[in-house]
């Protein structure tokens, strides 16, 4: 069965921390993998986006990893900001025929303390 | 441009009424993808559509539960005979393109039906 976990459900910070969030997926024959942002009574931004064929992606403070043999992506957030305060999700995209048919995991909630 | 339009943004049904969720996808999409998030659940795919037709239903519940994407006018999914289990925030998503490596899918903010 394809699934996506991200590990913790949730983080709170003080303002300025590096971090690190986690998203683990069974079956590596993956066709990409997104990271959005939610914020509450908003709907989903995608933030970065890697093709199965790439190795990471960068926009600004966030940069995203993919390692396709151990099933695992990270989304590392340079100096965070209380602006960063959301849930993260990550999202795998299994269809080969280019469909956006993803399955999330059930998120993170970050909050970054001023 | 306007991004994906939700509405409503909120509704409330009593068990056994239908609810109605209207969808516009960004101007120039015509891929249409709805999504379910339960309380407590990520989000679970539900239908993907292109104008007139409904490429997959996977996700879709076997009763109750449609959809559709027409000529013209907005998607809908519609929920016949609601439950309290339907109760969810409903996520519709658009993109230009399929079969596109690194296509990103834009969504809308989501309607809250909430079953009393």
């Known amino acids: 069965k394809q699934e996506v976990t991200q590990i913790p459900a949730a983080l709170s910070v003080p303002e300025g921390e590096n971090l690190v969030l986690n998203c683990s997926f069974t079956d590596s024959a993956i066709y990409n993998l997104q990271w959005f942002r939610q914020d509450p009574g908003k709907g989903l931004t995608s933030l970065l986006l890697i093709q199965s064929s790439q190795r990471e992606q960068t926009s600004g403070r966030l940069n995203a990893s993919l390692d396709k043999s151990s099933g695992r992506s990270t989304l590392y957030i340079a100096a965070s900001q209380p602006g960063d305060s959301a849930t993260y999700l990550c999202?795998?995209?299994?269809?080969?025929?280019?469909?956006?048919?993803?399955?999330f995991g059930k998120g993170m909630k970050l909050t970054v303390n001023p | 441009n306007a991004g994906v339009m939700q509405n409503p943004r909120h509704l409330v049904r009593r068990r056994g009424q239908e609810a109605r969720l209207r969808c516009s996808p960004m101007?120039?999409?015509?891929?249409v993808y709805w999504y379910r998030q339960l309380p407590e659940e990520g989000l679970k795919f539900m239908v993907y559509?292109?104008?007139?037709?409904?490429?997959?239903e996977s996700g879709m519940p076997k009763e109750r539960f449609s959809a559709e994407f027409p000529k013209e006018g907005p998607s809908i999914l519609r929920i016949q005979q609601v439950v309290r289990g339907d109760s969810a925030a409903y996520f519709c998503?658009?993109?230009?393109?399929?079969?596109?490596?690194?296509?990103?899918?834009?969504f809308g903010s989501g309607t809250q039906l909430s079953v009393l």
């Open positions: 999202a795998v995209n299994w269809d080969k025929g280019g469909s956006e048919k993803l399955v």
């Open positions: 998503a658009s993109s230009l393109r399929r079969g596109i490596v690194n296509e990103k899918l834009f």
């Open positions: 559509l292109q104008k007139e037709n409904i490429i997959d």
């Open positions: 101007k120039g999409h015509s891929h």
